[in-house]
């Protein structure tokens, strides 16, 4: 690279490190709005108040009733920690999947992640029907995971096996068949255990409204995991955008990259996927929208990505709380209804280029 373009890249560098602390003043604003939403509980004006009056050295009349409180703490703030964890790791891992295999059309939903996560899922469902489990760890993440990893690397051969590499729709075209073949999967296993179809069918479209800080203890650990390795292959992944050949001729290791990359991401994503449902378009939403921002440097996608992502799916919970009251519409309904025009439309604008 000529001292130009170096100095360039350095500009552009600096400039969009300024758009990380606006992200993350969103997260924090999307974090307060999520708390405040909701169909029972105080005036929405209060809440800010009541989390201020629970700070240290901080004491504020806010007029909330414990009856309240505890609509606040126990049923709202989990809810909105766990839609921001899973927001935060499926655009993460998204982004991940589209920097190692050179595919911006990528994304955990379309690879098959998410439904291999989804047929280990339904496995543990059914064979721990009872809901009780003499495990000294929680199996559902990690058979989850071992779905989504076999997953993925069915997509992967499958996909380079018949042109991946040179093609973007190949890989996504492969993607979509392992997850059909997932799907047919776990209709055949629910349709022998009818009495966990129901439990199945509404983990399948997101559950973040049964959420529970348990939910969010239990997949902590694999978010954060699978996130510090993520961001350590950041400047790596930068380096991955040159090709396999010119990045091996750079010194980097491409086959310990992209297998570090994949299995971190695998295991965001099918741990995500274990306590939320099937939420899908996120991976692909919120990484095109952040490269629109700030071009194409995974040291400011992968950090951008992970803020605005949590952001995004606290958002898009919120509709589904207040549109059917007292019922709810799924989470994974409404990030359908903006994941599949916005794919619709990468794919027209991809079209257009060529």
Same mark, same amino acid.
């Given at each position: 690279?000529?001292?130009?373009?170096?100095? *360039?890249?350095?500009?552009?560098?600096?400039?969009?490190?300024?758009?990380?602390?606006?992200?993350?003043?969103?997260?924090?604003? +999307?974090?307060?709005?999520?708390?405040?939403?909701?169909?029972?509980?105080?005036?929405?004006?209060?809440?800010?108040?009541?989390?201020?009056?629970?700070? !240290? /050295?901080?004491?504020?009349?806010?007029?909330?009733?414990?009856?309240?409180?505890?609509?606040?703490?126990?049923?709202?703030?989990?809810?909105?920690?766990? +839609?921001?964890?899973?927001?935060?790791?499926?655009?993460?891992?998204?982004?991940?999947?589209?920097?190692?295999?050179?595919?911006?059309?990528?994304? !955990?939903?379309?690879? #098959?992640? &998410?439904?291999?996560? $989804?047929? $280990?899922?339904?496995?543990?469902?059914?064979?721990?029907?009872?809901?009780?489990?003499?495990?000294?760890?929680? !199996?559902?993440?990690?058979?989850?995971?071992?779905?989504?990893?076999? &997953?993925?690397?069915?997509?992967?051969?499958?996909?380079?096996?018949? #042109?991946?590499?040179?093609?973007?729709?190949?890989?996504?075209?492969? @993607?979509?068949?392992?997850?059909?073949?997932?799907?047919?999967?776990?209709?055949?296993?629910? %349709?022998?255990?009818?009495?966990?179809?129901? %439990?199945?069918?509404?983990? *399948?479209? $997101?559950?973040?409204?049964?959420?529970?800080?348990?939910?969010?203890?239990?997949?902590?650990?694999?978010?954060?995991?699978?996130? @510090?390795? /993520?961001?350590?292959?950041?400047?790596?992944?930068?380096?991955?955008?040159?090709?396999?050949?010119?990045?091996?001729? /750079? $010194?980097?290791?491409?086959?310990?990259?992209?297998?570090?990359?994949?299995?971190?991401?695998? =295991?965001?994503?099918?741990?995500?996927?274990?306590?939320?449902?099937?939420?899908?378009?996120?991976?692909?939403?919120?990484?095109?929208?952040?490269?629109?921002?700030? @071009?194409?440097?995974?040291? /400011?996608?992968?950090?951008?990505?992970?803020? =605005? #992502?949590?952001?995004?799916?606290?958002?898009?919970?919120? !509709? #589904?709380?207040?549109?059917?009251?007292?019922?709810?519409?799924?989470?994974?309904?409404?990030?359908?209804?903006?994941?599949?025009?916005?794919?619709?439309?990468?794919?027209?604008?991809?079209?257009?280029?060529?």
């Amino acid at each position: 690279m000529s001292t130009r373009e170096d100095s *360039i890249a350095r500009t552009g560098w600096l400039v969009g490190r300024w758009w990380i602390p606006a992200a993350a003043v969103a997260m924090c604003a +999307a974090l307060l709005l999520g708390a405040m939403v909701g169909p029972a509980g105080p005036t929405w004006w209060r809440v800010p108040l009541a989390l201020l009056d629970r700070l !240290p /050295l901080i004491s504020l009349d806010s007029g909330i009733s414990p009856r309240e409180w505890t609509i606040i703490w126990q049923i709202r703030m989990p809810r909105v920690v766990l +839609a921001a964890l899973v927001g935060a790791t499926l655009s993460l891992s998204g982004a991940c999947y589209q920097g190692v295999f050179r595919n911006p059309l990528v994304d !955990p939903y379309l690879l #098959g992640v &998410a439904a291999g996560a $989804g047929l $280990g899922a339904t496995v543990v469902f059914t064979v721990n029907r009872s809901g009780s489990s003499s495990w000294i760890v929680d !199996p559902l993440p990690l058979v989850a995971f071992a779905g989504g990893l076999i &997953a993925v690397a069915v997509t992967y051969l499958v996909g380079t096996a018949f #042109g991946g590499q040179r093609s973007a729709a190949t890989l996504v075209l492969a @993607g979509v068949a392992v997850t059909s073949l997932a799907t047919a999967m776990q209709t055949f296993v629910l %349709q022998r255990n009818t009495e966990v179809i129901r %439990q199945v069918y509404s983990w *399948i479209l $997101g559950r973040l409204s049964s959420a529970t800080w348990s939910d969010v203890r239990l997949v902590l650990p694999y978010v954060i995991l699978s996130c @510090g390795v /993520l961001f350590a292959h950041r400047r790596l992944l930068d380096v991955m955008r040159v090709g396999d050949d010119e990045a091996a001729a /750079l $010194g980097a290791s491409v086959k310990r990259i992209r297998i570090a990359v994949v299995i971190a991401a695998t =295991l965001g994503t099918s741990a995500v996927v274990a306590v939320s449902g099937l939420i899908g378009f996120v991976g692909i939403i919120v990484p095109h929208a952040v490269r629109l921002l700030v @071009g194409a440097s995974y040291r /400011l996608i992968l950090p951008l990505s992970f803020l =605005l #992502g949590a952001s995004f799916l606290i958002v898009a919970d919120i !509709p #589904g709380r207040i549109l059917q009251n007292p019922s709810e519409t799924p989470i994974g309904v409404v990030t359908a209804f903006l994941g599949a025009p916005f794919f619709l439309l990468l794919l027209r604008t991809r079209q257009g280029t060529r």
